[in-house]
């Protein structure tokens, strides 16, 4: 399994529309558009929602993936192999959310020594894990997609899926510039509270109740999705 998941790291490196989605895009609204300041929350605030935008901008491309992987036959050579279907999922989002510590290092990195974000080594290691772990949940929604649609179907579907999320959740405009009808929605989505863990973080405060409750509700839910994506999808492979 793991010289499985060393080769699908290597497929999605190469791949240049993981490069798109993953850097190029995050790391150049974070350098001219969105960067934030002059005050450190704002700083960090920016920070956190440009490193979390490139992460869950991965975990929609896995999903594209894997629908063009189902178009090509790529699956039905998997099942030749001893790995199980159930192990060439997990292995899917595992790849996908290792892959997500590639832009959260290099938005950090760009922070730190560029826009002048400022923190304790001990809450700058808090806040890689929560952005690194928390999209987990979020890495389904994407195998979920990849599973359902056809290739260029999981695409449309991907990019919609991960603009709205982006605007909805507040990644990279504070979410108070939003319509006021939208303003409570937005707190609801798991793009939101995925980044909150962050946010909160940085400003030495417990995580929300309200938050990881909404986190854990949305995780069962995106499981729901990619087990059933996975059983109508895999057939068709």
Known sequence: MLGYIRLEILRLVRNGGYLMMSLIMP?????????????????????????????LGVV??????????????????LRLTPLSPVQV?????????????????????IGKFYRGVDL??????????????GIAPLAMLGIGIGYLFKAQLAQIAGTVSYLTLTLLGGLMMPTDSLPQWLQPLSKETPVY?????SWDAAANSAPSGTGLGVLA????????FAAFAYR???RRA
């Open 27 to 55: 790391v150049g609204l974070y350098v001219t558009l969105a960067g934030g300041g002059p005050d450190q929350e704002s700083l960090v605030r920016a920070m956190v929602g440009a490193a979390a935008f490139g992460a």
């Open 60 to 77: 929609i491309t896995n999903g594209t993936g894997i629908a063009e992987d189902r178009a090509l036959g790529w699956l039905r050579q």
């Open 89 to 109: 999922v997990i292995a899917r989002g595992a790849v996908a959310t290792c892959l997500g510590i590639l832009p959260i290092v290099v938005i950090g990195l």
């Open 120 to 133: 304790s080594p001990g809450t700058w290691l808090e806040i890689f894990l929560l952005l690194w772990v």
């Open 193 to 197: 509270r995925y980044a909150q863990l």
């Open 217 to 224: 509700l949305w995780t069962a839910l995106l499981a729901a």
């Open 232 to 234: 109508r999808g895999g």
